[in-house]
T-cell receptor, first 110, second 115 residues
Framework: QKEVEQNSGPLSVPEGAIASLNCTYSDRGSQSFFWYRQYSGKSPELIMFIYSNGDKEDGRFTAQLNKASQYVSLLIRDSQPSDSATYLC??????????FGKGTMLLVSP | EAQVTQNPRYLITVTGKKLTVTCSQN?????MSWYRQDPGLGLRQIYYSMNVEVTDKGDVPEGYKVSRKEKRNFPLILESPSPNQTSLYFC??????????????FGPGTRLLVL
């Protein structure tokens, strides 16, 4: 069974610090990986996607993918209280097989 | 404005009373999907559709039906709701673009309570 594993948290970081969120996946056929942010009671919104080994940067966010280790991470630099949310990792080999992790709660304290 | 809409946003019903949650997208996306989200269980896919008249089961299809008669609409039907279907439901749509990853757009969610 395809699984995406995340630590449920909460991960607590002070404002301005780097938050590191991690995700592992079981399906070696997975090609694309997505990070979504979800505020309580709201719908998930896409932050980044990555499908090549290495790093991908977008503003304060950096996604990292290591297919050999089946590991995906999201780094948030200069964390802000507004970054406090649940972060969902998702992976798949195509739309029909997109699998979500259960999410990691991030708390950024002022 | 590009969006996915769901109706109703909140619904309280009783066991066995058929209901339909509508989903519509205005982005001409081929792919649409329904998820349910429960505390501690994350997002689980119920059904998905890769185009008009093409639907398939996701991870938790029992007790649900879908149809895709038009590209923009993908209603979720609960023929005989039960309390274990109390959940937060999300509809999502996307367009295949393997060069960039299939970005899924989510609707605002429908919170369902079955008594």
């Amino acid at each position: 069974q395809k699984e995406v594993e995340q630590n449920s948290g909460p991960l607590s970081v002070p404002e301005g610090a780097i938050a590191s969120l991690n995700c592992t996946y079981s399906d070696r056929g997975s090609q694309s990986f997505f990070w979504y942010r979800q505020y309580s009671g709201k719908s998930p919104e896409l932050i980044m996607f990555i499908y090549s080994n290495g790093d991908k940067e977008d503003g304060r966010f950096t996604a990292q993918l290591n297919k050999a280790s089946q590991y995906v991470s999201l780094l948030i630099r200069d964390s802000q209280p507004s970054d406090s949310a649940t972060y969902l990792c998702a992976g798949g080999s195509g739309y029909s097989t997109l699998t979500f992790g259960k999410g990691t709660m991030l708390l950024v304290s002022p | 404005e590009a969006q996915v809409t769901q109706n109703p946003r909140y619904l309280i019903t009783v066991t066995g009373k058929k209901l339909t949650v509508t989903c519509s997208q205005n982005m001409n996306h081929e792919y649409m999907s329904w998820y349910r989200q429960d505390p501690g269980l994350g997002l689980r896919q119920i059904y998905y559709s890769m185009n008009v008249e093409v639907t398939d089961k996701g991870d938790v299809p029992e007790g649900y039906k879908v149809s895709r008669k038009e590209k923009r609409n993908f209603p979720l039907i609960l023929e005989s709701p039960s309390p274990n279907q109390t959940s937060l439901y999300f509809c999502a749509s996307s367009s295949p673009d393997r060069g960039r990853g299939e970005t899924q757009y989510f609707g605002p969610g429908t919170r369902l309570l079955v008594l």
